[in-house]
T-cell receptor, first 113, second 115 residues
């Protein structure tokens, strides 16, 4: 069975702080894909990043960075110098063979000015 | 930039009524999906659709649900006899321009309220 755990239900930070959102996954497959999606207050789901199981390189995109570690089955997401516009629910998701996404419960991020 | 669209944005219906939620996937995508999110909860997979047939469905997707691609652009989810517990945000997604494990892009959602 596949499972995605986002242990942090809610995080509050002050603008310009760095924040890391944790994601731990379980899978028996050797080939799988990991994703992060952002759900702003308007409700849509916005794709942020995709990683396949064979690519453990960390990635940076502007203020966003992702740390994928197969040894600990984690795919953590860091926002550097957070901004109020980063306030949203962030979902980590896993895709195995069969291509459905299994989502974690989400982490609510509140960035205060 | 191409995007998935969904209509209506909000649907209110009475229990027992049929509803049809509509989606226009990204034009060169081959795989289509419906997910739902009950308020405050995680996003859950309902069904995937490829080559004009269901490729996978979840336990939630029972006989009350059906999907259809009636023409070359629309993808619909029908709930035959709505229940109170069907109240949720329903997201359509599409992907797979180059394979089944492509990134899925989501529409803005339809909020279904069953009274």
């Amino acid at each position: 069975a596949q499972k995605v755990t986002q242990a942090q239900t809610e995080i509050s930070v002050v603008e310009k702080e760095d924040v890391t959102l944790d994601c731990v996954y379980e899978t028996r497959d050797t080939t799988y894909y990991l994703f992060w999606y952002k759900q702003p207050p308007s409700g849509e789901l916005v794709f942020l990043i995709r990683r396949n199981s064979f690519d453990e390189q960390n990635e940076i995109s502007g203020r966003y960075s992702w740390n994928f570690q197969k040894s600990t089955s984690s795919f953590n997401f860091t926002i550097t110098a957070s901004q109020v516009v980063d306030s949203a629910v962030y979902f980590c998701a896993l895709m195995e063979y069969g291509n459905k996404l299994v989502f974690g419960a989400g982490t609510i991020l509140r960035v205060k000015s | 930039e191409p995007e998935v669209t969904q209509t209506p944005s909000h649907q209110v219906t009475q229990m027992g009524q049929e509803v049809i939620l509509r989606c226009v996937p990204i034009s060169n995508h081959l795989y289509f999906y419906w997910y739902r999110q009950i308020l405050g909860q995680k996003v859950e997979f309902l069904v995937s659709f490829y080559n004009n047939e269901i490729s996978e469905k979840s336990e939630i997707f029972d006989d009350q649900f059906s999907v259809e691609r009636p023409d070359g652009s629309n993808f619909t989810l029908k709930i035959r006899s709505t229940k109170l517990e069907d109240s949720a945000m329903y997201f359509c997604a599409s992907g797979g321009a180059s394979g089944s494990t492509d990134t899925q892009y989501f529409g803005p959602g339809t909020r279904l309220t069953v009274l």
